[in-house]
C-alpha cells in the first residue's frame, strides 16, 4: 500500500510524503514500512516503521473495522541535504479510515545528527490521501 501526504514540521518545514508498507487486513497492522519526507527545499528524511491499531472508532454493519486509530513506531534511518547525517526515532500516531483510505497523522520523535552532535525534536502534522 502507498500512503501520501504534505505536513508542516518544526526543522523539515513544508513537506510532502510517501509511506509504502503492507497492510495486513487480519489484524490491521502494518508491516515492512518504509518511508521518505521531502522538504519544499529537495531535503529528504527517510526511515522504516511498523504499525498497530490502537482502538476502533467505527465499524461497518457486518462488524469490519472503518476508522482505526493506528501507531508506527518509526526509525529515521537518514536523509540528504542537510538531514545527511540523521538517525532518529519517534511514533507516528493517526486515525484512518480503512474505506476511503484517508487519515490525519502526527509525528513525534527526535532526530541527531552525527555531524554536529546536537539533538533536533521535529513534530509534523499532515493529511494521508
Given at each position: 500500500m502507498?500512503?501520501?501526504?504534505?505536513?508542516?514540521?518544526?526543522?523539515?518545514?513544508?513537506?510532502?510524503?510517501?509511506?509504502?508498507?503492507?497492510?495486513?487486513?487480519?489484524?490491521?497492522?502494518?508491516?515492512?514500512?518504509?518511508?521518505?519526507?521531502?522538504?519544499?527545499?529537495?531535503?529528504?528524511?527517510?526511515?522504516?516503521?511498523?504499525?498497530y491499531t490502537e482502538a476502533v472508532l467505527e465499524f461497518?454493519?457486518?462488524?469490519?473495522?472503518?476508522?482505526?486509530?493506528?501507531?508506527?513506531?518509526?526509525?529515521?534511518?537518514?536523509?540528504?541535504g542537510r538531514f545527511a547525517n540523521v538517525q532518529g526515532t519517534g511514533t507516528m500516531r493517526g486515525v484512518f479510515n480503512v474505506v476511503t483510505k484517508t487519515g490525519t497523522f502526527t509525528f513525534d520523535g527526535q532526530m541527531t545528527c552525527q555531524a554536529s552532535g546536537g539533538a533536533v525534536r521535529q513534530a509534523g502534522r499532515g493529511p494521508a490521501r
Open positions: 502507498e500512503v501520501t501526504g504534505t505536513g508542516q514540521a518544526s526543522h523539515l518545514g513544508r513537506y510532502s510524503i510517501v509511506r509504502q508498507h503492507c497492510f495486513n487486513l487480519a489484524t490491521f497492522g502494518i508491516e515492512e514500512g518504509y518511508f521518505e519526507q521531502t522538504a519544499a527545499n529537495g531535503d529528504k528524511l527517510w526511515g522504516t516503521y511498523t504499525g461497518a454493519p457486518d462488524g469490519r473495522p472503518v476508522v482505526i486509530v493506528i501507531a508506527s513506531p518509526t526509525q529515521i534511518t537518514g536523509g540528504a
